[in-house]
């Protein structure tokens, strides 16, 4: 069997089982799965990258004020203690502070950086432009990121330490503890808005 | 979905597909036009890489239970737990619940996904025990799970961050947080070296689902 170049601009081979489609039209806000395993393959929305970047930005502001500002403090007779983002990686010393360092990157550094790309990448798009310089790189990068940018699972853990904690003393919330739940929510929301196929297609140029 | 009138995987074809931007290319292209990615129509290390990572995974997570995760100094002495050492001492106190879900995500999740995950790579050399769906649900939970098991991690930060009240109580993170941290990394990485593609291509050779057009949804 055989495809001309610009016929196969038209197919879309499943990432996760490898079967070949005809790239339906998908109209904004339905999704096209793969019929075998189900896979998401298609799912634009309307303005969903102005609402990536928007989104994008607020999660940059929140990493960057929670980073700086103390989240939780804890009260025990009559001494108190608070920490911030940064006051958790330095937790870790000595043998340890491999960890420190690996704890900047997940919550603060690589989910920056990915963010950063996105805007970088969309922003051109939103406005008809042509792309940015180097985008496809760009997203590819933000792409292999994904995994590994996990602020939003250390909101959760700050969750999980409270519910430890509340036992043993009073607990207060810092100014950024509100952060992370907002972060939470925007983190899954804009998972949803993300269509990678269609932000493949007009890189294409 | 729009279907043709037999699915055939990209293989049969003689394309290969891009797993990042789902572009198709004729086989033996190097890198995808559309988005730049390297293409392989299958990953002929796929499985090596997993159990490579697997094996070092393992090697991080027995270390990571043998170790104490945190230690705490209070006024009445100092007190190292394990993993599954503090659990037990939750539920000494009476604490069912918090016990239950700390030996859930620190010890049921790991070892179940070592557990999976060798069964994925076993069952792509060895012939199946299970349909090909199944196996494909299994991986995608391990896919999504792993980098939530960074949360011990997390906490034990949290914890150590937090509780440093002078005399009356400390805590530090014990040696255990370093190891279950790689493990965690290292199940990561043998999760994303698995190619699911391999799933699909029983021994049979790959087979079509067989009314594609029943099954859109």
């Given at each position: ?29 339905e ?8 896979t ?65 990157l ?17 922003a ?9 310089p ?72 | 979905m ?78 190292s ?15 069912w ?39 494909h ?6 896919e ?74």
């Amino acid at each position: 069997m055989h495809h001309a170049p610009d016929d196969l601009d038209n197919l879309i081979v499943c990432p996760t089982c490898d079967l070949v489609y005809r790239a339906p039209a998908v109209a904004a806000r339905e999704r096209a799965y793969c019929a075998r395993c189900h896979t998401v393959l298609i799912a634009p929305r309307r303005k969903a990258g102005k609402q990536l970047i928007a989104l994008a930005l607020t999660v940059l502001i929140l990493i960057a004020a929670a980073t700086v500002f103390p989240f939780l403090a804890i009260g025990a007779g009559g001494v108190r203690h608070e920490a911030s983002v940064l006051d958790t990686a330095f937790a870790f010393s000595g043998l340890l502070s491999v960890l420190a360092v690996a704890v900047l990157l997940f919550i603060v550094i690589i989910p920056a950086l990915r963010l950063i790309l996105l805007i970088y990448v969309l922003a051109p798009i939103i406005r008809d432009r042509p792309p940015a310089p180097r985008a496809k790189a760009a997203f590819r990068l933000s792409e292999a990121l994904v995994p590994w940018s996990m602020a939003e699972i250390f909101a959760l853990g700050c969750a999980v330490a409270l519910v430890k904690l509340s036992d043993l003393a009073e607990v207060f919330f810092g100014p950024a503890a509100w952060l992370f739940a907002a972060l939470v929510v925007i983190v899954v929301a804009s998972d949803r808005l993300m269509c990678r196929y269609s932000i493949w297609t007009s890189l294409k140029e | 979905m729009d279907l043709p009138e037999r699915v055939k995987t990209a293989r049969e074809q003689g394309l290969v597909g891009c797993t990042r931007c789902t572009r198709p290319s004729p086989a033996g292209t190097p890198h995808c036009p559309r988005c730049g990615s390297r293409l392989q129509s299958r990953d002929a290390m796929s499985l090596q890489k997993v159990w490579a990572w697997w094996l070092v995974g393992l090697g991080c997570y027995i270390p990571a239970n043998v170790y104490p995760m945190l230690e705490t100094r209070t006024l009445v002495g100092t007190q190292s737990d394990t993993i599954v050492g503090g659990a037990v001492d939750l539920a000494r106190h009476g604490n069912w619940g918090v016990a239950m879900i700390i030996l859930v995500a620190s010890v049921l999740i790991p070892v179940g996904k070592f557990v999976v995950l060798a069964g994925l790579a076993i069952g792509v050399r060895h012939g199946p025990q299970i349909s090909e769906a199944w196996r494909h649900r299994l991986y995608e939970v391990v896919e999504y799970i792993g980098r939530w098991s960074m949360i011990d991690v997390f906490v034990v930060a949290i914890l150590s961050a937090l509780v440093q009240l002078q005399a009356l109580a400390t805590i530090t993170p014990g040696r255990a947080s370093l190891f279950f941290a790689l493990s965690v990394i290292f199940t990561m990485l043998s999760a994303q070296s698995f190619d699911s593609r391999l799933i699909w291509d029983s021994a049979k050779g790959a087979r079509p689902a067989r009314n594609p057009k029943e099954r859109i949804a």
